[in-house]
C-alpha cells in the first residue's frame, strides 16, 4: 500500500513538475482564428472611396476593405523641387476579386476624385509611368503630403470605369465592394424594411501587408446608441467604439474599456458679422476667461478629456504651451473690463450698450449639435456667461441640421468639433481666409493677412525649426484676438472583451483609424517555447 501511496505521489509530483517546465518555457503567442463583432450605429450607404461620406459606418468599413496608397506603395520618393512624387506599388498587387491592381487604378481614383463632386485633391496631377509605377505633380511644394497618401484608398477601375459617375451611388459595389483591404467582403443580412441587420467579412488574401489573425470580422447595425450599448451587455456584440467616459463606465458585463487620443478640438466659433457685440476684442476676450474649463472636464468627462487653449491640441506637434496665460482673471475682473469697454449693467445684471445708435444687448443665440456633453457643456457655460452679465440661449439641432446652418454661416456662434485629419499641424483649412465659406472650414469667418502667410508657409516649409517658428506665431495670433474660444479635446473609448489583443492605437485620427492595426488584433493564443 505504501508503494502504491508513494507512487501516486510521486506521479502527481511529476505531473505537477512538467506543468511548471511547460509554463516556464512557453510564453502564450497569438495565433489565427475566432470571429468579432463589432456594434456600430447607423447604416451602411457607399463602401466606395469614390464617393464623398461623412457616414461613419462607411468609413469604418471601407478602412477594413480598402488599402490606402502609402500600404500599396513599395518605394515612395519626393525629388529635390518637392514637386514631385514619384510612387512604385508593391508587386504583383491584387483586388479582393483577384484581378491586377496597377498604376491605372490610382490614375482613375485621382481623376474622379478631383472631378466629382468630392472637390479634393485639388492643385495635383498624377501620370502613368508603368504598371507599378506613376508620379504625383503638385502646383506647390506641400510639407504634409506624405500624410495624405495614408487617406488615399485607392478604387478598382475595372469595376467603375463603365459605370458613370451619376450612376456611382446607385451601384451594388456600394454595399458590395472589391477592395485590397486586410477583409474582403462576404455578405450582409437587411430585415424586410430594408435595414441592414449584419454585414459579413473575411480575410483577403490578396492584401499587401501582413494578414490579419481574427479570421471573420462582423458589424451588427443599430438604430440608436441605446440599442448598441443594451446589445453590447447581452454579448450580442463583442466591440463598441466612439463612447463617451459615462457610456463606457455604464456597461454591466465584463470588458476592457480601450483609450486613445484624437487630433481634435472642441471651441465656440464666433461669427462677428452677425453681432456686433462680437466685432469686439474685449467681448470676445471676456467670454473666453469667464468659462470654467476646469469644471466642464471634471463634471462632464471626469477628466478624461484634455483641456484645449488654442487650434493646436496639446498631443499635436507643433503645439507650445508658452503661449497660453495660467493666470485666469477673476470674475470682478471681467465684470470690470466690460464696464470699461462701455458694456454696463442694468438692474438685473444684464449688459448693454448703445452701438451705432442701436442697443445692443449682450444675448446670444449659440448653435450646439445635439449630443449630451456638448448639452451639458453648453449649459455650464450658461451659467458661467450669466455671472458677467451675459445671457446665452442654446438652439440644440440635429446634425444634419447644424451642417446646414454650417453651409451658410447663418448663426452668432457655434460649438464645433475640427479634426486635425493625419494628426499634423496643417490649419490652413481651418484658419485661412480664403476657407471663409462653404465648403472651407473657417467657422469664424476669420480673415487676417499676416495669418494666411504664416499658413500658406507652414504648408510648404520642410524644414522643422522654421516649421515650429511659424506655428508660434499662428497660435499667438488666434490666442491673442480671440476668434474662437477653445473648449476640451476628449479621449476616444472602445469597449471591447477581455480576450481581444493586438489593439495599440494610442492616436487616432478619425474613429475608423482604430482599425488601422486590425491585422494585429486577435482573440486566439497558443503557448510556444521561448
Request: net charge neutral; no cysteine; proline share 5%.
Amino acid at each position: 500500500m505504501i508503494f502504491f501511496i508513494a507512487s501516486a505521489i510521486l506521479a502527481v509530483s511529476g505531473s505537477i513538475w512538467i506543468v511548471y517546465l511547460y509554463y516556464t518555457n512557453t510564453v502564450p503567442t497569438p495565433i489565427r482564428g475566432g470571429t468579432y463583432t463589432e456594434g456600430m450605429v447607423g447604416q451602411p450607404v457607399a463602401i466606395n472611396p469614390l464617393i464623398s461620406s461623412e457616414n461613419e459606418a462607411d468609413r469604418d468599413l471601407m478602412t477594413l476593405t480598402f488599402a490606402s496608397l502609402a500600404d500599396l506603395a513599395e518605394t515612395i520618393k519626393m525629388d529635390d523641387t518637392k514637386k514631385i512624387w514619384t510612387i512604385t506599388l508593391r508587386p504583383e498587387l491584387k483586388w479582393s476579386d483577384e484581378e491586377p491592381l496597377t498604376s491605372d487604378d490610382v490614375v482613375f481614383t485621382l481623376g474622379v476624385l478631383q472631378d466629382s463632386e468630392n472637390r479634393s485633391w485639388q492643385g495635383v496631377s498624377v501620370e502613368r509611368l508603368s504598371e507599378r509605377e506613376f508620379r504625383f505633380n503638385l502646383k506647390n511644394p506641400y510639407a504634409f503630403f506624405a500624410d495624405n497618401l495614408k487617406n488615399l484608398l485607392v478604387a478598382p477601375q475595372h469595376i467603375f470605369d463603365n459605370i458613370p459617375p451619376q450612376n456611382y451611388r446607385l451601384s451594388n459595389f456600394n454595399l458590395e465592394p472589391v477592395g485590397s483591404g486586410p477583409y474582403k467582403y462576404a455578405g450582409y443580412e437587411k430585415r424586410a424594411d430594408g435595414f441592414i441587420d449584419k454585414y459579413y467579412l473575411v480575410i483577403n488574401p490578396f492584401y499587401a501587408l501582413e494578414k490579419p489573425l481574427i479570421k471573420n470580422f462582423n458589424f451588427r447595425f443599430f438604430p440608436s446608441r441605446k440599442d448598441a450599448l443594451e446589445a453590447f451587455d447581452r454579448r450580442g456584440i463583442d466591440g463598441l467604439g466612439g463612447l463617451d467616459y459615462a457610456e463606457a463606465e455604464s456597461l454591466k458585463i465584463s470588458h476592457q474599456v480601450l483609450e486613445a487620443d484624437l487630433p481634435r478640438y472642441y471651441a465656440i466659433f464666433f461669427n462677428q458679422s452677425l453681432h456686433a457685440a462680437l466685432k469686439e476684442k474685449e467681448i470676445r476676450a471676456a467670454l473666453d476667461a469667464s468659462i470654467d474649463r476646469a469644471r466642464i472636464l471634471k463634471e462632464i468627462f471626469k477628466d478624461n478629456a484634455v483641456r484645449v487653449d488654442g487650434p493646436i491640441p496639446p498631443i499635436v506637434a507643433g503645439y507650445d504651451p508658452e503661449i497660453y496665460d495660467d493666470a485666469k482673471p477673476t470674475i470682478d475682473q471681467i465684470k470690470a473690463s466690460l464696464d470699461k469697454a462701455g458694456w454696463k449693467a442694468d438692474d438685473t445684471g444684464l449688459r448693454s450698450k448703445v452701438i451705432s445708435k442701436n442697443k445692443v444687448i449682450l444675448e446670444f443665440e449659440m448653435v450646439i449639435p445635439d449630443a449630451k456633453f456638448l448639452t451639458d457643456t453648453a449649459n455650464l457655460i450658461k451659467e458661467d456667461w450669466l455671472k458677467i452679465g451675459v445671457v446665452l440661449k442654446p438652439v440644440i439641432l440635429k446634425s444634419s441640421e447644424v451642417r446646414d446652418v454650417i453651409k451658410t454661416r447663418n448663426y452668432k456662434m457655434v460649438i464645433f468639433g475640427n479634426i486635425l485629419h493625419n494628426g499634423n499641424p496643417d490649419l490652413f483649412d481651418f484658419w485661412h481666409s480664403s476657407k471663409r465659406f462653404d465648403p472651407g472650414l473657417n467657422l469664424a469667418l476669420y480673415s487676417d493677412k499676416v495669418m494666411d502667410t504664416l499658413l500658406e508657409s507652414v504648408r510648404q516649409n520642410f524644414d522643422e525649426t522654421a516649421r515650429q517658428t511659424d506655428l508660434f506665431k499662428i497660435q499667438t495670433l488666434i490666442y491673442q484676438q480671440k476668434p474662437a474660444s477653445f473648449l476640451f479635446s476628449p479621449k476616444y473609448f472602445y469597449a471591447a472583451p477581455q480576450n481581444l489583443g493586438g489593439f495599440s492605437a494610442k492616436l487616432i485620427t478619425t474613429s475608423a483609424n482604430r482599425f488601422e492595426n486590425i491585422n494585429h488584433w486577435y482573440l486566439k493564443t497558443a503557448r510556444v517555447f521561448k
